[in-house]
């Protein structure tokens, strides 16, 4: 099945959406009592000496589920393309939507959060989630691990010694897999239950949510397919492994 149109009326990027209000909803107030012991939350409200490249936590997993890191973009680091360091985030979507441990971001047009000021964001239980993180602006993550400052121009500039076979998550094509027609190594039936549901998302870049979307589709019944060109962002939900098929 196949569906084109905005991002925010997706079927791959809903789930994004609902764990980004969560993550907002969740995030305490000025309002709210204060939390006893160590916050969980840390915020860039404290002054650093200077901005820095690299920002996150090693381990991508945590325990507290509302464990939230804020940066301000130019305050805490530089502005640029950063991408997750860790590939794979534990625990994936085993409890469910609500209750995710997948790693969650969001980048906000203020450093006041709300979604009326959301830029882009999503959820990845793999991959390498890319963003491109502009002054003034808020970026918040939970579970992703570390993100690192890379330079743009050295994006995409051997897509043809790229990895040829990928999994579920967020991926950059032509950096994170090689271009062309892939196949999922798996059957599916379709229906939304474990181990028959398989859905992607292809993206024309990885800018924002006003990029194009180019095809929302699901497998069943059989494999999944899709072919990728270098430059898109390819986002896998449930599906396993894609393994890049000869050329024709």
Do not use: N
Not at 77 to 96: A, K, L, S
């Amino acid at each position: 099945m196949r569906g084109d149109g905005a991002r925010r009326g997706s079927a791959v990027a809903s789930s994004a959406l609902v764990a980004l209000m969560l993550l907002t909803a969740c995030t305490p107030t000025a309002d709210d009592p204060p939390t006893p012991g160590p916050s969980t939350t840390p915020t860039s409200s404290a002054k650093v000496e200077s901005p820095t490249a690299t920002f996150g936590a090693a381990d991508p997993a945590g325990d507290d589920a509302r464990a939230e890191l804020r940066v301000v973009v130019g305050v805490d680091v530089v502005p640029g393309v950063y991408r997750t360091v860790d590939e794979r985030v534990p625990d994936g979507m085993d409890g469910g939507i609500l209750f995710d441990r997948s790693c969650t971001f969001g980048q906000y047009s203020d450093s006041d959060g709300g979604l009326d000021a959301l830029i882009a964001g999503g959820t990845a239980d793999g991959g390498h989630p890319t963003v491109t993180l502009g002054d003034g602006q808020l970026f918040r993550t939970q579970r992703c691990g570390a993100w690192e400052l890379v330079d743009e121009a050295d994006l995409f500039d051997a897509p043809d010694v790229a990895p040829t076979t990928v999994t579920d998550g967020m991926w950059l094509v032509g950096e994170d897999l090689r271009p062309g027609t892939y196949r999922t190594e798996h059957e599916f039936t379709g229906e939304y239950v474990e181990g028959a549901f398989c859905g992607w998302e292809v993206d024309s870049t990885w800018t924002d949510w006003d990029s194009e979307v180019l095809a929302v589709e699901f497998a069943g019944p059989g494999p999944g397919e899709v072919t990728l060109q270098t430059g898109q962002q390819f986002v896998s939900l449930e599906c396993g492994t894609w393994r890049l098929q000869p050329s024709e």
